[in-house]
């Protein structure tokens, strides 16, 4: 088994930037061929209700955006389950990911669901406590998965976990994010010049948010290991 574990006391960015691209680059295939089928699956779903319904209203938009919530929490969980199964050293089939995921999420969609209202609430009030929000609730979905100790207390051990490391979660969530969004800036100009499909930003996209559940779920056990002294092993134990 692969105990990826060292003396840091602190946590460290470059640690979890280096074993989230471990995992994404030995996971590539199977994670993007996952999302590709649960975010499609999802859009065909939204596009039935609508073709049902006959047209587009405020409710079928509403159902519409819940599918798509659904199969983001759902993705969480199958990229959560397979990150920490790569770091136990024992991969899982695709077939184990998908039924660890499918069997999580509905309490991961109200998780996400309500870090998401309250994130969006703090950048709604003059955008600070919205970055103070975003970093408390950094691991509350990987501790949903993991611990699910129930919705709101997912929110509560986040905040437990991340005490004393928020600067350094902003500055990993400036790294993965800032970059991502300059270079949408930049092409931004170009697709509304017709010289640019809107699949490029949509991709780019699509693969940082892939990083990012990666590097939550990354960031979860590197917490726990520094402050509970808890390996990935009796991490990945909680799925078996």
């Known amino acids: 088994m692969n105990e990826p574990l060292v003396d840091?006391?602190?946590?460290s960015i470059g640690r979890v930037l280096s074993l989230s691209f471990g995992v994404l680059g030995r996971n590539l295939p199977?994670?993007?061929?996952?999302?590709?089928?649960?975010?499609?699956?999802?859009?065909?779903?939204?596009?039935?209700?609508i073709v049902i319904a006959a047209k587009t209203s405020p409710f079928v938009a509403v159902?519409?955006?819940?599918?798509q919530s659904l199969a983001t929490s759902l993705l969480t969980a199958i990229i959560a389950y397979g990150t920490y199964r790569d770091l136990h050293g024992n991969r899982a089939s695709l077939g184990q990911v998908v039924g660890r995921g499918i069997a999580l999420v509905l309490p991961i969609f109200f998780?996400?669901?309500?870090?998401?209202?309250?994130?969006?609430?703090?950048?709604?009030?003059?955008?600070?406590?919205?970055?103070?929000f975003a970093t408390i609730?950094?691991?509350?979905?990987?501790?949903?998965?993991?611990?699910?100790?129930?919705i709101f207390a997912s929110l509560g051990r986040s905040s437990d976990l991340t005490k004393g490391s928020r600067w350094r979660i902003f500055g990993l969530a400036v790294v993965i994010y800032v970059p991502m969004y300059v270079v949408i800036t930049l092409l931004t100009p170009l697709e509304q010049?017709?010289?640019?499909?809107?699949?490029v930003p949509t991709v780019?996209?699509?693969?940082?948010?892939?990083?990012?559940?990666?590097?939550?779920?990354?960031?979860?056990?590197?917490?726990?290991?520094?402050?509970?002294?808890?390996g990935v092993g009796d991490l990945a134990a909680v799925f078996d």
Request: net charge negative; aromatic share 14%; hydrophobic share 70%.
């Open 8 to 11: 840091a006391s602190d946590f």
């Open 30 to 49: 199977a994670f993007l061929f996952l999302a590709v089928v649960v975010h499609v699956a999802a859009f065909l779903a939204s596009m039935a209700l």
């Open 63 to 67: 159902l519409a955006n819940l599918f």
């Open 111 to 132: 998780v996400g669901l309500l870090v998401a209202i309250i994130i969006g609430i703090g950048f709604a009030l003059v955008f600070v406590p919205g970055i103070f």
């Open 137 to 150: 609730l950094w691991v509350a979905i990987p501790a949903a998965v993991v611990e699910r100790p129930g």
């Open 193 to 199: 010049d017709g010289q640019l499909l809107v699949i």
């Open 204 to 230: 780019l996209y699509g693969l940082i948010s892939l990083f990012a559940a990666v590097a939550a779920a990354v960031s979860y056990f590197e917490l726990r290991r520094i402050k509970e002294g808890i």
